[in-house]
């Protein structure tokens, strides 16, 4: 098994242009989950997905749009990317929720310019 | 919204020290998570703690669950240089998601 996967592992964008983040997971998951990570910062919870075809806002949604039109896939994307995006994003999974271990993705460094 | 605290933010220890994470919450959380991202790397989890004053040991880590269960704590007896990276708790409110804390990163000087 792959685990969980991203797709690119690295980006630079101008600002302005739009890219779309794919998380891809092989383990028959329920729930997926959008993360960015900023320095001194921790995780921050853009969108998550508690199965295929639903979806629903973080903390931090503003400026990304997500879909789960398969439930082995999840993707983020950025209409209009502005520098203030440039971040690390990472994508878990896990069977249910509530309480069981979130499986991460090897994240995806996105620089706006 | 729901606020997980972590502190220290950083922490320098000579190998064979000891060393402890400490998270807190505001309001009580329905169970806690703990994830170690090493430089470069991405989250991996160590534990989840459910019960209110639980304790869980994984060799040389020492996991606590507040009675109130609105803090925990990592301990690491006896630091190898194995052990550096960032230490991140993850607080679960409402049994969808966790709101994770900033982290402590971790040094260990050989």
């Known amino acids: 098994n792959a685990g969980v996967t991203q797709t690119p592992k690295f980006r630079v964008l101008k600002t302005g242009q739009s890219m779309t983040l794919l998380c891809a997971q092989d383990m028959n998951h329920e729930y997926m989950y959008w993360y960015r990570q900023d320095p001194g910062m921790g995780l921050r919870l853009i969108h998550y997905?508690?199965?295929?075809?639903?979806?629903a806002k973080g903390e931090v949604p503003d400026g990304y749009n997500v879909s789960r039109l398969k439930k082995q896939n999840f993707l983020l994307g950025l209409e209009s990317a502005a520098p203030s995006q440039t971040s690390v994003y990472f994508c878990?999974?896990?069977?249910?929720?509530?309480?069981?271990?979130?499986?991460f993705g090897p994240g995806t460094r996105l620089t706006v310019l | 919204g729901q606020q997980v605290m972590q502190i220290p933010q950083y922490q320098h220890v000579q190998e064979g020290e000891d060393f402890t994470t400490y998270c807190n919450s505001s309001?009580?959380?329905?169970?806690i998570q703990w994830y170690k991202q090493r430089p470069g790397g991405h989250p991996v989890f160590l534990i989840q703690?459910?019960?209110?004053?639980e304790v869980k040991k994984q060799k040389r880590l020492t996991f606590q669950f507040g009675e109130a269960k609105k803090n925990s704590s990592l301990h690491i007896t006896a630091t190898q240089t194995t052990d550096v990276g960032t230490y991140f708790c993850?607080?679960?409110?409402?049994?969808?998601?966790?709101?994770f804390g900033p982290g402590t990163r971790l040094s260990v000087l050989p």
């Open positions: 309001t009580t959380l329905s169970n």
């Open positions: 997905s508690v199965g295929e075809g639903t979806t």
């Open positions: 993850a607080g679960g409110f409402d049994g969808q998601n966790f709101v």
């Open positions: 878990a999974s896990t069977p249910f929720t509530g309480g069981n271990e979130q499986f």
């Open positions: 703690l459910v019960k209110s004053g």
